[in-house]
């Protein structure tokens, strides 16, 4: 399977203003020949980056649930227009990592980028499940999941997804490195007064890191062991892969 047949349907990178990596999770071969369910789960990068024909653009599509993946005071220095523009959107700010980024650089501070998805699902696995649980029990309408870049949190949270839903592997990592390339221009030149070389890296997705993860949860039993082994119970589990699959 070439990267052209994994990024051909062009109905998965969405165009919501301001917003640089936002697409659907829909469109994604499966192992069983299907593809995964469209207009339901949506990755995105910051939404304090929106502006109103954003928010226009996200009414528009039918977004109904925003799960806000940053940390507590990321939200707080830059709070999402959601609650106030938006307020028929259910908006729930769940932070995936550890309480503290500083708490979290110490942890993850030797952890190579290839290994970095490893190291979350070993070690931060009651935040993991409370925001698998907050998707699960959400409205099934279209629910959009993001971090500030949509790369590394949502990035993971989007593979976890995938891989439950049966998505090949290929197609799984493929869809963890695009953030790299959606990201490149519009950082360089959001950041113009930072050394390229140093966004450059911090943007780096490697394909590694997604086929590094689909190995800890084989060595787990697989996806769903995993998900079970956190405390996420069968119809939670059940509910999640029913977001992508029909």
């Not at 932070?95 to 993850?108: H, N, Q």
Request: proline share 5%; with cysteine.
């Amino acid at each position: 399977m070439t990267s052209g047949d994994l990024s051909a349907d062009p109905r998965r990178r969405l165009t919501f203003p301001r917003l640089l990596n936002a697409r659907d999770l829909g469109g994604c071969p499966t192992l069983d020949g299907a593809l995964t369910r469209r207009r339901s789960l949506v990755r995105a990068d910051d939404l304090a980056q929106l502006d109103a024909a954003g928010l226009e653009a996200l009414t528009d599509f039918g977004i109904e649930t925003v799960i806000d993946l940053r940390w507590r005071a990321e939200a707080e220095r830059h709070p999402s227009p959601i609650p106030a523009a938006l307020p028929h959107v259910h908006y729930r700010q769940v932070s995936l990592l550890t309480p503290t980024e500083d708490e979290w650089r110490e942890r993850s501070a030797a952890a190579a980028k290839e290994l970095w998805n490893c190291v979350v699902l070993e070690q931060v696995q009651l935040e993991l499940r409370g925001v698998l649980a907050a998707i699960a029990a959400a409205a099934p309408g279209p629910l959009l999941f993001h971090c500030i870049a949509g790369k590394d949190r949502t990035g993971l949270v989007a593979a976890l997804l995938l891989a439950l839903a049966g998505v090949v592997p290929e197609a799984i990592a493929h869809d963890y490195a695009l953030s790299s390339a959606n990201l490149r221009d519009g950082y360089l030149e959001r950041y113009a007064h930072r050394d390229p070389g140093e966004i450059l890296a911090a943007l780096h997705c490697p394909e590694e890191g997604a086929h590094n993860m689909l190995k800890f949860l084989a060595r787990a039993g697989g996806v769903r062991a995993y998900l079970a082994g956190i405390g996420l119970s069968g119809g939670e589990i059940a509910a999640l892969h029913a977001r992508l699959r029909e």
